[in-house]
């Protein structure tokens, strides 16, 4: 990767990057890819506390997200299996078609079942979203970067991640202001148009100029060569073992801290709307401000630098939470949430830029649906796993305060590790060909 020119730039130059067709196309995929995540995330976890489930049970839902984790087993698919009919329209529109569709089944379904009657029905129901929704994700990425050329990565991601929070606070939004009006059965319902976005912008752009076809497979061997092949290439890489580590561990404490978030505010007292005004309102401006931020710092100080500092400040930002519990005992209070959210939220708008950026220059463009899907699914297991099984449990021995101390705690390991990465020069080396012009392996820095 290589640094941007300097130099002045007019105000016209500064913001051409993000009105060009491909990252436009990554935003409007964003959107579609971030509201099945709030619907089984703080969406269900607000609904299910209203109706009075108990901690370690709400808690125990985050396990649906680990359906996401999974991902990487059927990724494959996406490269490889041509759709039958659809299949003309190209190999990502095709997909997107049928896992938009796919989704906005799975939400309708989710929102026909009540928690109070059927908590075992309710939980099959969130898998369910949740599977539509990883493999939506699958093509999702896949489609964004193959879309977008090398120099495009970070405008891109940032624009992703515009799109993915617009859509998860809209849909998250929506749903708490119609549940309040005409019941969550109808604001679930409501909700699953946001699959929209997605499957029209494949409609609209086409498939991907550099998307390459993967071989026919014909028999057992060349199907065991799709689903090794992108394992193998990955792995054949320096270092690629610290880098999956990394990967594993870096999202941990942010992971833990940010499925819980929505309990500390129902036990504080806040309201639907107070949530959706502080959380959601607050938390959505500050995530936008994060995002340009991390633009500026990736075009600054490169992708290494930038990763770094996003990562203290994410590692920061759980630390806000602590605070903020600590002063629950004083009840509760608007300005300390509005801090702590803002505070949390433009953190991780730097890091959904930097770090997403080098997540998607890992890929070879020969698997870029696999390999994401791996990337993107070990980035959060660890985190998503432990939270479903064992949050709610230590939040209610240790308390709030202690919880997210120790979420902190755990963010520590990752940014020394990557700060490690840096100085053995392995981020250099982990690039794949997302990264390049012409589709060869990196050889420039990653500065």
């Known amino acids: 990767m290589t640094e941007l020119a300097g130099g002045t730039r007019s105000w016209s130059d500064a913001v051409k990057p993000y009105v060009q067709k491909e990252p436009l196309a990554a935003f409007f995929l964003g959107?579609?890819?971030?509201?099945?995540?709030?619907?089984?995330?703080?969406?269900?976890?607000?609904?299910?506390?209203?109706?009075?489930?108990?901690?370690?049970?709400?808690t125990a839902f985050t396990l649906a997200f680990l359906?996401?984790?999974?991902?990487?087993?059927?990724?494959?698919?996406?490269?490889?299996?041509?759709?039958?009919?659809?299949?003309?329209?190209?190999q990502r529109v095709s997909w997107l078609l049928l896992t938009g569709l796919l989704v906005m089944a799975a939400v309708a379904n989710l929102a026909l079942v009540d928690p109070t009657t059927g908590l075992l029905q309710t939980a099959y129901a969130a898998i369910l979203v949740g599977a539509a929704g990883a493999t939506f994700d699958i093509v999702i990425d896949a489609y964004r970067i193959e879309t977008l050329k090398p120099e495009q990565l970070g405008v891109g991601s940032g624009m992703s991640q515009y799109g993915w929070r617009i859509g998860s606070v809209a849909a998250g939004a929506l749903a708490l202001v119609l549940a309040a009006r005409i019941g969550w059965h109808g604001a679930y319902l409501a909700c699953a148009v946001f699959a929209l976005p997605a499957m029209l912008t494949g409609l609209v752009l086409g498939e991907p100029e550099r998307h390459r076809e993967a071989a026919a497979r014909r028999g057992m061997g060349e199907v065991w060569q799709s689903i090794a092949g992108p394992l193998v290439e990955f792995f054949r890489r320096r270092g690629a073992v610290l880098v999956l580590c990394f990967i594993l561990l870096h999202k941990i404490g942010?992971?833990?801290?940010?499925?819980?978030?929505?309990?500390?505010?129902?036990?504080?007292?806040?309201?639907?709307?107070?949530?959706?005004?502080?959380?959601?309102?607050?938390?959505?401006?500050?995530?936008?401000?994060?995002?340009?931020?991390?633009?500026?710092?990736?075009?600054?100080?490169?992708?290494?630098?930038?990763?770094?500092?996003?990562?203290?400040?994410?590692?920061?930002?759980?630390?806000?939470?602590?605070?903020?519990a600590a002063l629950a005992a004083l009840g509760k209070s608007n300005w300390g949430m509005a801090g702590a959210i803002g505070f949390e939220n433009f953190a991780s708008g730097i890091g959904g830029v930097t770090v997403v950026a080098y997540f998607s220059a890992l890929c070879d463009l020969r698997f870029t649906a696999a390999q994401y899907a791996l990337i993107s699914a070990a980035a959060s297991i660890v985190g998503r796993f432990l939270t479903g099984t064992t949050a709610g449990a230590l939040i209610e021995r240790f308390g709030y305060v202690d919880f997210y101390l120790l979420t902190t705690a755990l963010a520590v390991?990752?940014?020394?590790?990557?700060?490690?990465?840096?100085?053995?020069?392995?981020?250099?080396?982990s690039i794949g060909t997302a990264a390049t012009a012409d589709g060869d392996k990196a050889s420039g820095s990653a500065a």
């Open 67 to 90: 359906v996401y984790n999974l991902k990487w087993l059927w990724a494959w698919m996406v490269d490889g299996v041509r759709l039958p009919i659809i299949g003309r329209l190209g």
């Open 31 to 58: 959107v579609s890819s971030g509201f099945p995540y709030a619907m089984i995330g703080a969406t269900l976890t607000t609904r299910l506390a209203q109706d009075g489930i108990d901690k370690k049970a709400v």
């Open 413 to 429: 390991p990752g940014i020394l590790l990557f700060w490690l990465m840096m100085r053995a020069g392995l981020i250099d080396a």
């Open 254 to 324: 942010d992971t833990l801290a940010n499925l819980t978030f929505r309990l500390l505010f129902d036990d504080m007292g806040y309201s639907n709307d107070e949530i959706a005004i502080y959380d959601v309102g607050i938390g959505f401006w500050a995530y936008l401000i994060g995002i340009f931020v991390g633009g500026i710092l990736y075009a600054r100080l490169g992708m290494k630098r930038s990763v770094l500092i996003s990562l203290v400040l994410m590692c920061v930002s759980n630390f806000s939470f602590a605070a903020l």
